[in-house]
């Protein structure tokens, strides 16, 4: 049984290698210099040419041509079905690469803090999918300083936190603007208004969110308090997640201020009021780094920014 074994690089090595097995490909298919010339779109004697110098490449003769039509060589025989799988794989790692630089295929994480998932970020990721398909998306859910650890050290692509967050080195796009909504324990004789004004409710006690080195959410709702000129009666603070506050609310530990869409994981016990003549809103923004690579990167990017 003949057997040629033939190293990937050496066919690969360049283009006038891989024509050269492609023109072979094509006479020894269709058995026939003229029909295979005519199949290639070429002359039929350059592909004799070519297929000679592929012979004396090899050390091989490929064709008997002493017939009035031309067979394959034993040589020639072995050859075919491999160079049909170099062909065929040279092909597949073209495309595979061409789907790379176009971001149609890879890995992209993005990290995110917990509330944000309760916003903007759902219908984002929807719609990077839908066109990304086959992009390995990396999701975390972490704190806000870890955030921007994880993007500084390319553990993450991309960040999704609250502003304001002092990153000059990193490229930031708006997500989502919040207004900030009271959360009062059902039956507080407040639910009844449309609208709650915090110095009516100056004195109670307050659920606070945790403060991290990135002023975000703590910094919105501490300046909410500040424009009011009230300095809140913390009944708790350092709250990681905002179902944690509402639940802390519903059971009667103290009131809260938290960003609207807070609104949709429905809590019972919990009920939202606008904050009456509040100024403050908190942004959800996304940080990266501005000199990636990643093209699923630039294709996020690009659909946030035809959000706004």
């Not at 779109?41 to 004799?48: E, G």
């Not at 630089?101 to 509330?115: D, M, Q, W, Y």
């Not at 989502?176 to 449309?194: F, K, N, V, W």
């Not at 609207?260 to 016990?269: C, D, I, K, P």
């Amino acid at each position: 049984m003949w057997f040629i074994s033939i190293q990937t690089n050496e066919i690969y090595g360049d283009g006038v290698r891989y024509r050269r097995l492609g023109y072979f490909v094509a006479v020894a298919e269709e058995l026939s210099f003229t029909r295979a010339a005519r199949r290639l779109h070429i002359a039929q004697p350059p592909l004799s040419q070519q297929i000679a110098l592929l012979e004396k490449e090899m050390g091989a003769v490929l064709f008997d041509r002493s017939r009035r039509t031309i067979r394959l060589t034993p040589a020639g025989a072995a050859l075919l079905p491999q160079a049909r799988r170099l062909l065929a794989d040279l092909d597949e790692t073209t495309r595979t690469i061409r789907r790379i630089a176009h971001g149609e295929l890879g890995r992209l994480a993005i990290g995110f803090v917990p509330s944000a998932i309760n916003g903007a970020l759902p219908d984002l990721l929807r719609r990077f999918r839908a066109g990304h398909p086959d992009v390995e998306l990396v999701l975390r859910e972490q704190a806000p300083d870890a955030l921007l650890r994880a993007v500084h050290d390319h553990s993450l692509d991309v960040a999704a936190l609250y502003l304001p967050v002092h990153e000059p080195d990193l490229a930031q796009r708006r997500l989502a603007t919040e207004d900030l909504l009271l959360a009062l324990p059902a039956g507080h004789p407040a639910t009844d208004r449309p609208a709650v004004a915090l110095a009516d409710v100056a004195g109670e006690p307050f659920v606070l969110p945790e403060q991290h080195d990135v002023p975000g959410l703590h910094a919105a709702i501490t300046g909410l308090f500040a424009d009011a000129g009230i300095t809140p009666h913390v009944a708790q603070s350092g709250v990681w997640l905002v179902q944690t506050v509402l639940g802390l609310v519903a059971a009667g530990t103290g009131l809260a201020v938290v960003p609207s869409s807070a609104a949709t994981l429905h809590r019972s016990g919990v009920v939202l009021r606008p904050v009456e003549g509040a100024a403050h809103r908190v942004d959800l923004a996304a940080l990266w780094r501005p000199d990636s690579d990643s093209a699923p990167l630039a294709d996020l990017v690009a659909l946030i920014d035809a959000r706004t």
